[in-house]
């Protein structure tokens, strides 16, 4: 074998070997792709020195991969559900208790809506003027020889207190009864509630604390210092302590009652389910039997 052929042979295997130890360091080393064209040594010497670089190629990133056509073509996965809206909740109902409500006719009572325990004092405005309905609130100021003021209700409501009720518990702002009593009630507990007040409520016991913790949502209710929370005119914790007590024990007795009378109630015989077929002999037979005896002996 020539010299010639001994350096070509050399040379090729040599480049050959190089080149798969540079594919092998782009695959461990992406980041060397930044640097540009690797050197990675020299073949032969003298006059037949050879100086070889090889190009590195950049690494493919997965997230910048190309995507065949053939992908692209695919229909992309969808989930219905997603795309349908969401029902918005429903209104949160409170619970009426006797104790729950007498504490809301104690604050009518205070607010000056009480009216007997008639349904009219949910028509009552700041000035003892009647709304002429119950659609929605009515929003209006009305002026006294001192105030003037736009509550109105069983607990004169204020229009931005009752818009903001009303978004909370899911209620509308106009519609049939949309400021009826049981609507009234509902927002009244809401707020009895945020002011931290419905477990001291459900003690069954009117304290000069749990007056205190209502009286900056109504300005009638004292204070433990007795006074107005706003400076109006207040009742005193005593009268409404005596109001409370009495329309408590009122409904207690009177849900006691109505729970004797269920319990005394006979409760309902079960009924027989149809006989089927209703043609077949023995549905036949069990018809004969509910005619009585088939002889008088």
Known sequence: MSFAKTTNAFFAASVASLTASATALATAQPAMAALGPVTLGTVGGGVGRVLTTIPVPPPVHPSHAPVP???????QPHSVALSVPLPPPGPRVYAITPERRALLNTIRYAEGTWAGGADVGYRIMFGGGLMPS??????????????ASAAAGAYQFMPPTWAMVSRALGFQLQGPDAFGPQVQDQAALYLVQRRGALHLADQGQFTPYLAHRLAPEWASFPTLAGRSFYG???????????????????LRQRQQRVLDDLAAAEPPKPVK????????LRCQLEALDTLGPRSAS
């Open 69 to 75: 056509a053939a992908a692209r073509a695919l229909p």
């Open 134 to 147: 119950l659609d929605r609130h009515p929003n209006r100021v009305v002026r006294s020889a001192r105030y």
């Open 232 to 250: 109006q005119p207040v009742k005193r914790y005593q009268e409404l302590r005596q109001f409370y007590e009495q329309n408590l024990a009122y």
């Open 273 to 280: 389910p149809a006989c089927l077929p209703a043609d077949s």
